[in-house]
């Protein structure tokens, strides 16, 4: 043992230490960068700016209005029905549905006072509220707001995930391919990012009459600016 020691202090520290050290300062700096990241907000617009900034990550929230969402409530009845169906959903209608659904209980405001900051909603890190529909092309967007729990402590954030959908054995899932949380692009990281979009969907507050619906379906695609769900 003193011969290492006198050896350590002649040369200094092996080749093996020294990657050691710059693996786990690697991963001190990524761990750091990430959490900054989701801290940072997302700049809500409602369209792109001609020359946007590279360092800030733009959320264009869908469409709502009232006139184009007035059928949203017969679909509704034909999915939990479990039937063979075709129907198409414009990204209003998904916002007329979203709006009907449970959302966790908003952050305290700065200079609150603890008795009167609202509890924390839920039981787990993740507390994502209604989601935000928006129809791109082919792809749909998913967005919201989520409270991040972490022992009582808790921050609202902005997720956002961009993808389209997947058919694994007999369900049909949302396959994310682009994943923000705040600012932070999880889909960077694959690892992370899917169980992360299974995780936040899950966690949305949807009834079980809709989730019994949903895994009925044979087939879900966007086509023409609509949501197309197909059972047969």
């Keep these: 043992m003193a011969d290492k020691n006198i050896e350590k202090a002649l040369y200094g520290p092996s080749m093996t230490e020294v990657a050691l050290g710059a693996v786990l300062g690697l991963i001190a700096g990524v761990l750091v960068a990430c959490v900054y990241l989701v801290f940072k907000p997302v700049a809500q617009v409602k369209e792109m700016p001609k020359e946007p900034l590279r360092s800030v990550v733009y959320f264009i929230p869908g469409n709502e209005s009232t006139a184009k969402s007035r059928g949203w409530q017969a679909k509704q009845k034909q999915i939990i029905a479990g039937k063979a169906l075709s129907l ?60 991040l729990n972490w022992y009582g402590l808790t921050h609202e954030v902005t997720y956002l995930a961009t993808g389209t959908f997947t058919k694994s054995g007999d369900s049909v899932g949302f396959s994310a391919e682009m994943v923000y949380l705040g600012s932070c692009p999880f889909h960077l990281l694959p690892a992370v990012s899917g169980p992360l979009v299974s995780h936040l969907i899950a966690r949305v507050k949807v009834s079980d009459e809709i989730r019994a619906g949903w895994a009925k379906l044979d087939s879900v695609t966007i086509e023409g600016g609509a949501l197309k769900l197909v059972a047969q």
């Design 88 to 147: 198409s959903l414009v990204e209003d209608e998904l916002n007329a549905w979203a709006n009907t659904l449970a959302s966790p209980t908003p952050a305290p405001k700065p200079g609150a006072k603890p008795e009167d900051a609202p509890k924390p909603a839920g039981d787990g890190i993740f507390n994502p509220g209604k989601p935000n529909f928006r129809i791109m092309g082919d792809k749909l967007q998913i967005a919201g707001k989520c409270l």
